[in-house]
């Protein structure tokens, strides 16, 4: 496969074209942001441990029945995948509450939801990724009703799936954002599935192990994205 030009450069991955049309290349980036951009440092390792991270699990996705757009490590901080037309959309899942429902509903950070919860955003960081509901998205034409059912059945189905994966490695999967794109007319989940997007405490001291220790400043973010990966199984060599 030959590498092409950068379609894009995002906050924290770039992609390119290749000679496939329909296949992108993903470079993950040591680049890592929070706060839609606001805050922006270069953290060695990074770029190489989300990708392998990222293709781990979305090979246990696959495995379980939910199409993704992953195909194959290309190299350290790449990856192949199908190349979607992304809906505008960001799906969050939430199993207990931290980050923005705790200030939105003054809740108390880790008491548990129960039946987990789903939200749209809206992708803009501009706008810092206001939420927002179906009726905005078909009023705006951001997706179709058959594609917000679709979305929320596999942001749940994705949940059954993780909850259990993360369970094993003594690992709670507090929350998660995902998002889709169209592929040949079909739904595939696109983008990651990292410790960038996502909260992840150890179950036995809910010591933070995700994008938040960057976020709150508390320090080892990539030692700990690697303590997650390590206790996954995910081959970090
Ligand atoms: P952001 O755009 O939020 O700054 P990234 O730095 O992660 O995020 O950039 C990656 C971009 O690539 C995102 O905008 C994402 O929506 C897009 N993307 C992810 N997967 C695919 C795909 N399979 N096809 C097309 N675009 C994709
Ligand atoms: P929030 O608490 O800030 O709404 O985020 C919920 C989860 O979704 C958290 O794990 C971070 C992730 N997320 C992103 O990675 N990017 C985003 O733009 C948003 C809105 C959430
Ligand atoms: N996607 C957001 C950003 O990177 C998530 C965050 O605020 O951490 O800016």
């Known amino acids: 496969m030959e590498k092409r ?32 951009g606001e805050k922006i440092e270069q953290l060695e390792r990074k770029g190489e441990v989300n990708n392998k991270f990222n ?29 979607l037309t992304m809906l505008p959309v960001e799906c969050v899942v939430r199993n207990i509450a931290a980050g923005s429902i705790c200030k939105r509903l003054g809740l108390k ?79 595939v989940l696109g983008d990651e599935f990292t410790p960038d997007g996502c909260r992840l405490w150890d179950a036995q001291t809910r010591k933070k192990l995700d994008k938040d220790r960057f976020r709150q400043g508390l320090g080892g973010v990539v030692e700990a994205y690697e303590e997650v990966a390590h206790r996954l199984g995910v081959d970090l060599s």
């Open 5 to 36: 030009e950068q379609l894009y450069s995002g906050k924290a991955k770039s992609v390119f074209r290749t000679d496939y049309a329909d296949k992108l290349i993903l470079h993950f980036r040591n680049d890592t942001s929070a706060f839609d």
């Open 55 to 83: 293709a781990f699990i979305m090979q246990k996705l696959s495995a379980a029945g939910i199409p993704t757009h992953f195909e194959s490590l290309l190299s350290a901080q790449e990856s192949v995948v199908k190349k």
């Open 109 to 187: 950070e880790g008491i548990d939801i129960n039946p987990p919860t789903f939200e749209f955003f809206l992708k803009n960081d501009a706008l810092h990724d206001p939420m927002i509901n179906e009726f905005h998205i078909r009023s705006f034409g951001w997706a179709t009703d058959e594609q917000i059912k679709q979305m929320q059945s596999l942001a749940f189905k994705v949940n059954d799936v993780l909850k259990a994966l993360f369970a094993k490695a003594g690992l709670l999967l507090v929350d998660y954002k995902l998002e889709f794109g169209v592929y040949h007319g079909q739904l």
